[in-house]
């Protein structure tokens, strides 16, 4: 059974810093493409970043609303993704949800195959 679970949500105050864990397991994780998405209250969710399962390529991509603020990386050896989250904003406030998707890389939400419950995220100004 696979199972993601996040870790590392709580409230801070505007221009703190977190660091968001995705353990996985029940899944081969190195061939996985792992990604973070948010759910602000009343809207849908969004992408926010993905990194490919190479960590010799390496290749991240970011939402524009992130870029030079979040930064998503991996432990292959540990079945575990990261997203540092710096220079919170209250807009940041949300659940974050880590999904992982076999093998290619992607965005949209609707090609994940496995979700995390997710863990909120509250920024106070």
């Known amino acids: 059974q696979v199972q993601l679970v996040e870790s590392g949500g709580g409230l801070v105050q505007a221009g703190d810093s977190l660091r968001l864990s995705c353990a996985a397991s029940?899944?081969?994780?190195?061939?996985?493409?792992m990604g973070w998405f948010r759910q602000a209250p009343g809207k849908e969710r969004e992408f926010v970043a993905v990194?490919?399962?190479?960590?010799?390529?390496?290749?991240?991509y970011y939402a524009d609303f992130v870029k030079g603020r979040f930064t998503i990386s991996r432990e292959n050896a540990k079945n575990t993704a990261f997203l540092q989250m710096n220079s919170l904003q209250p807009e940041d406030t949300a659940v974050y949800y880590c999904a992982a998707r076999y093998f290619s890389i992607s965005y949209s939400e609707k090609s994940f195959d496995y979700w995390g419950q997710g863990t909120q995220v509250t920024v106070s100004s």
């Open positions: 990194i490919h399962w190479s960590t010799a390529r390496g290749t991240t």
């Open positions: 029940g899944l081969a994780f190195s061939r996985y493409v």
